[in-house]
């Protein structure tokens, strides 16, 4: 199972990290990766890591600003956010993908934690 952390309420231009631990089952040969749904939206690609860290894509929206890493001694991935938008604010959620290279495609993932809120304030 994975469960992603670490979101919350802050303000437009702070930073927030969140954390995906697994649990019962090792993903370290697997991608990770984070998606969001905003309220009222589809749910929408974010970032994707690839097994060994050392492939990494990211959404047009939150290149520059997120940082998707991942920690294969303890099994964790992690998504950095930087200078924070309103738009950002959504439910997260961090998957494991079927492959060892992911992609923007919800669809690989075959693995889903329950997300974490991030509501950012302008």
């Known amino acids: 199972q994975l469960q992603a952390s670490g979101g919350g309420l802050v303000q437009a231009g702070d930073s927030l990290r969140l954390s995906c631990a697994a649990s019962?089952?090792?993903?370290?040969?697997?991608?990770m990766a984070w998606f969001r749904q905003a309220p009222g939206k589809e749910r929408e690609f974010v970032a994707v890591?690839?097994?060994?860290?050392?492939?990494?894509y990211y959404a047009d929206s939150v290149r520059g600003r997120f940082t998707i890493s991942r920690d294969k001694a303890s099994d964790a991935a992690y998504l950095n956010m930087n200078s924070l938008k309103p738009e950002d604010t959504a439910v997260y959620y961090c998957?494991?993908?079927?492959?060892?290279?992911?992609?923007?495609?919800?669809?690989?993932?075959?693995?889903w934690g329950r997300g974490t809120l991030v509501t950012v304030s302008s």
């Open positions: 890591i690839s097994w060994d860290g050392g492939t990494l």
């Open positions: 998957a494991a993908s079927g492959y060892s290279f992911g992609s923007r495609g919800s669809g690989d993932y075959v693995q």
């Open positions: 019962g089952r090792t993903f370290s040969n697997n991608a």
